[in-house]
C-alpha cells in the first residue's frame, strides 16, 4: 500500500471518530451512576429547564433538607407565584430566591456563587438532570470555592432513561451534554 497524503488523513478521521465514539459511550455510560445524596445542607440550588427538577427541589425544601431552595436560571418574569401556583408557600416564601440572571449551566454556576457568598451557605443539594448532572457538577465544583459542599441529587425525567440511555431521545440529549462537556472542560 502507498503512503499518500489521502490515506493518512482517512486514518487521521478514523482513529480521531473512533476515539469520540468510546469517549462518547464512557460518557453516556456515566449519566445513569449518579445517586442521590440524602443530606441536609444550607442550600438547594435546581437547576431550572428539565422537568420535575423544581418539583424535587420543592419537595426536599418543604421537607426540611435546607434552609433555602435557589432556582437557578428562571425567566425573567417569572414569580413565585407563577412557579408554585398549587403550593402553599407561607412558611418558607422568604427562603425561595430566583435566580434570574444566568441563561447556561456556566452562568448558574458564577450567579449561585454570588448568592451563596452574601447568604453565608457553605453546603448546597444540586439538583438536575441525569442526563446534566456530570456537566453541572463539574462546572459547579470548578466555580464554587473549594470549601462549599456539593450534594449531587440527580432527578429522572420523562424524556431520558438513565438506565438506559441508549433509548428514545437518550444519544440526542446525550451527545448534546457531551459536546458541552468537554467544551467546558476546554474553557474551564
Known amino acids: 500500500m502507498k503512503i499518500t497524503a489521502g490515506n493518512i488523513i482517512s486514518l487521521t478521521s478514523v482513529s480521531i471518530l473512533t476515539a ?7 460518557f453516556a455510560k456515566d449519566a445513569g451512576r449518579y445517586k442521590a445524596e440524602n443530606n441536609r445542607a444550607d ?26 431552595l435557589i432556582l437557578a436560571g428562571v425567566a425573567k418574569d417569572a414569580t413565585l407565584e407563577s412557579i408554585f401556583f398549587q403550593r402553599d408557600l407561607v412558611k418558607g416564601k422568604v427562603n425561595i430566591i430566583l435566580e434570574k440572571g444566568s441563561t447556561s449551566t456556566y452562568e448558574n454556576a458564577v450567579e449561585i456563587k454570588k448568592i451563596i457568598e452574601t447568604k453565608g451557605i457553605k453546603s448546597i443539594i444540586l439538583i438536575t438532570s441525569f442526563y446534566h448532572m456530570k456537566r453541572a457538577s463539574y462546572t459547579f465544583s470548578r466555580i464554587l470555592p473549594g470549601e462549599i459542599r456539593l450534594y449531587l441529587y440527580p432527578v429522572a425525567t420523562p424524556n431520558f432513561d438513565e438506565k438506559m440511555w441508549w433509548r428514545g431521545r437518550g444519544p440526542v440529549l446525550l451527545a448534546g451534554e457531551f459536546f458541552k462537556f468537554y467544551w467546558y472542560r476546554l474553557q474551564l
Do not use: P
Open 20 to 26: 469520540l465514539l468510546f469517549l462518547y459511550i464512557d
Open 43 to 68: 442550600a438547594i440550588v435546581v437547576l431550572t429547564g428539565g422537568l420535575g427538577r423544581v418539583d424535587k427541589g420543592f419537595e426536599l425544601f418543604a421537607g426540611g433538607k435546607a434552609g433555602y
